[in-house]
């Protein structure tokens, strides 16, 4: 199934009003206070707004920040790196690339092993998509990757 990955003003008008400040308006929602932080199911998360493909449960891990952090995106070309100057330092934000939603930073104090890179992301910008249902969501190109590994989709 070939996806269009979009911004529209119905994807706009569906997200929460957390969901909107964090990913229209540049926003950081609490730390350890969100639903993905320590989800451990097995899947697929996607861009809230536009459906792209963001990062694999096989890449995450917990980094102690509060926030869900991954290793690295499930396919770079989803994932825009903007250099952030704000609050007065100086981060690189990660930002949907179809969607152009505010996700989060990435940084390198990550795990060594796997690249050495923390993708700390808001789960306010995203969908996770259990395992099980990426076949019938469309995203059944993903199913290799996981290889028999999930179990029925429990955080």
């Known amino acids: 199934m070939t996806r269009n990955y979009q911004k529209t003003p119905e994807a706009l008008a569906s997200l929460t009003p957390e969901q909107h400040r964090v990913t229209q308006e540049a926003g950081t929602e609490r730390p350890f206070d969100n639903p993905f932080n320590a989800h451990k199911a097995p899947g697929l998360y996607v861009d809230i707004v536009s459906g792209?493909?963001?990062?694999?449960?096989?890449?995450?891990?917990?980094s102690g920040c509060g926030w869900p952090s991954f290793s690295k995106p499930v396919d770079a070309a989803y994932v825009q790196e903007k250099r952030d100057i704000g609050h007065g330092m100086i981060r690189t934000e990660v930002r949907?690339?179809?969607g152009d939603s505010h996700l989060g930073h990435v940084f390198?104090?990550?795990?060594?092993?796997?690249?050495?890179?923390?993708?700390c992301i808001n789960s306010a910008s995203l969908r996770f998509i259990p395992v099980d249902a990426l076949e019938g969501e469309g995203y059944g190109?993903?199913?290799?990757?996981?290889?028999?590994?999930?179990?029925?989709g429990a955080a």
Do not use: I, M, V
């Open 52 to 62: 792209e493909p963001l990062f694999t449960s096989l890449d995450k891990f917990d």
């Open 96 to 98: 949907s690339t179809h």
């Open 108 to 119: 390198n104090d990550g795990p060594s092993d796997a690249g050495g890179l923390r993708y």
């Open 141 to 152: 190109e993903y199913l290799p990757s996981f290889d028999g590994s999930h179990a029925g």
